[in-house]
């Protein structure tokens, strides 16, 4: 519990954030695919997402990670 406490106090939410869950920001640049009915051997076409749609979803990601974050501090300090 006291690694946990401290691994909390001393890594900050943006270095968190670039550590081991940096996938879901990285994830959030990558295109979307969507169904494409003129073309019936590739149902699937990417579309690039917009540089708003990349904000909002960065946006979305970070509040997603920190709070579970906290959470899963919060559990390990019931938890013992």
Do not use: H
Not at 1 to 30: A, H, K, P
Not at 44 to 68: G, H, M, P, Y
């Amino acid at each position: 519990m006291f690694y946990n406490l401290l691994n909390r106090v001393l890594i900050t939410n943006e270095e968190f954030l670039l550590g081991t869950n940096s996938w879901e920001l990285t994830n959030c640049e990558q295109p979307e695919y969507k169904n494409d009915p003129k073309s019936p051997t590739d149902p699937q076409i990417q579309v690039a997402k917009t540089s708003e749609k990349i904000a909002e979803c960065k946006a979305e990601a970070t509040k997603r990670v920190i709070a579970q974050r906290n959470y899963n501090l919060k559990d390990m300090m019931i938890g013992g």
